[in-house]
């Protein structure tokens, strides 16, 4: 075969992954989040973070993890927003969880060069015995009524979606739970970049697949740039517990959706 054919062809092969990859995204995505994965695309070797470096959250760092999602997480996380838990008052139950997953060593910090905490990635391992629990027993380990909302749709979203491990062909998988980012880096991609850390890690420890939940169009947008694809979705305004659609009246948000990537050696390219 000539150069010429072999360009040819190659040209062609492009164009079609390009037209394929196209129409995946806009049967999944709305515009204005579609332009948003695009930009990040562009956005990803721009250089527009300060230098960082990346450290594992030891137990002894809890109070500096809290205190940054305290900071940037969940006053801004629709579901806690919602409920009134984000009101500047402790949420004794989600420190708990908080700190019981950072015992697991999978957490992530990110740090300038002079030391000041600029990001936090909550990672823990996600085992598929727990995914076929009862919403019930989701929530009884919860002392407050409004975090035991939050454990019961994703208890819902985790029945649904417990299909993943056998997909994936594991009984473990990595768990990304939740990411704060200091204001001044916001829409710099400091939150696609801890997150891209985060698979890095996953792959290092041998783990075959990561799972991921998004509550907000933003946090989505993110999944959706790394790569991550949507497994299932448990829309906000049809959501019942205990019979009430305790959701009902959040806006600009569609509802919690589970994310998962199976992890390959070559998508190491994609990520650093």
Request: some cysteine.
């Amino acid at each position: 075969m000539s150069k010429r054919s072999i360009l040819k062809n190659l040209s062609r092969s492009i164009s079609s992954g390009l037209e394929y990859q196209k129409h995946d995204l806009h049967s999944t995505l709305s515009f204005s989040t579609r332009a948003a994965v695009v930009q990040a695309r562009l956005d990803k070797n721009r250089n527009l973070l300060p230098p960082l470096r990346y450290e594992i959250v030891t137990p002894d760092k809890f109070e500096q993890a809290t205190e940054l999602l305290y900071a940037t997480y969940h006053p801004f996380e629709p579901l806690t927003k919602h409920l009134g838990l984000s009101n500047g008052t402790p949420i004794p139950d989600l420190d708990k969880l908080v700190e019981s997953t950072i015992k697991e060593n999978l957490s992530l910090f990110a740090r300038d060069l002079q030391g000041n905490l600029m990001g936090v990635c909550i990672n823990g391992v996600s085992r598929k015995d727990d995914w076929t629990h009862s919403i019930q027993e989701a929530t009884s380990g919860f002392q407050d009524s409004r975090v035991r909302i939050l454990a019961a749709i994703r208890q819902e979203v985790h029945n649904k979606g417990a299909k993943i491990f056998d997909e994936v062909g594991t009984d473990v998988m990595f768990g990304i739970k939740m990411v704060g980012i200091h204001p001044s880096l916001r829409g710099k991609g400091m939150s696609t970049d801890i997150i891209r850390r985060s698979i890095l890690l996953a792959g290092c420890l041998g783990f075959e697949g990561l799972k991921a939940e998004a509550t907000a169009n933003y946090a989505a947008q993110a999944f959706y740039t790394i790569g991550f694809s949507p497994v299932v979705e448990i829309s906000y305004k049809d959501f019942e517990y205990e019979g009430e659609k305790v959701f009902e009246g959040i806006e600009e948000e569609q509802g919690l959706i589970l994310f998962q990537k199976k992890f390959f050696q070559s998508c190491l390219k994609h990520i650093v």
